[in-house]
């Protein structure tokens, strides 16, 4: 089983966000995920420039790292996503990735995976992160299993710690066990089946302007 972890810390695994995130990790690597970690503090991700060739051809031609990491979400069974809380929102870091992820958006292409949500915050207010995030999450297709968020009680330290690591453990572990056993979360169908109809008849309005997508909906 392949985990893909996209941190949007630009600390990255060095901060509190990363701390947290090691723990949901160590859950999932003990259920028997092979994981595998991107930092993109490490890889930055460039902003979209609305060119739409990503809706034309499929491939963003913007130089660096994304399609590589594109290719890992396609190719994994679940993935995570992980962000601090910056001004009640993600990062800029991990908005960037996510915009240059439209293309991915509008053939809800992730459908069939499962993700886990990891913020952490200065002072509170992790549910309005985690809930932007889970809507993405269902717009692309994919299910959410769960979400730990917590406020920081110092450099990569916590209030109630070790029961927060016992839950971010778990959550690891549910990730994983979702993936075998092919759990259904009927409570998210409602936005993410009526996003995707909602994309497929935006993709079949565009017709010809987007022919990349006209083609890969006719092939689903």
């Not at 952490?120 to 809507?135: I, V």
């Amino acid at each position: 089983m392949k985990i893909v972890a996209i941190n949007g810390s630009p600390r990255g695994m060095n901060g509190t966000t990363g701390r947290l995130l090691e723990e949901v990790l160590a859950g999932a690597v003990q259920a028997g995920a092979d994981i595998e970690i991107v930092s993109l503090s490490e890889t930055p991700i460039k902003p979209c420039v609305a060119c739409d060739a990503c809706h034309k051809v499929g491939i963003c031609p913007v130089k660096d790292e994304y399609e590589t990491i594109k290719d890992k979400l396609l190719a994994a069974d679940a993935f995570i996503l992980a962000t601090p809380n910056y001004l009640l929102s993600i990062t800029a870091q991990l908005k960037a990735f996510l915009d240059r992820c439209n293309g991915l958006i509008h053939l809800t292409a992730l459908e069939g995976k499962y993700s886990a949500l990891v913020e952490t915050s200065g002072g509170g207010g992790d549910e309005e992160p985690l809930e932007y995030l889970q809507r993405i999450v269902n717009a692309m297709g994919a299910q959410n299993v769960g979400s730990i968020g917590s406020p920081g009680a110092g450099p990569r330290m916590f209030p109630d710690q070790e029961a927060l690591f016992q839950k971010a453990r778990a959550l690891g572990k549910d990730l994983c066990d979702s993936v075998r056993e092919k759990r259904s979360f009927p409570e998210q169908d409602p936005f993410r089946l009526g996003f995707k109809e909602r994309m497929s008849h935006l993709i079949g309005f565009m017709g010809e302007c987007w022919p990349y997508e006209k083609e890969y909906l006719a092939q689903r």
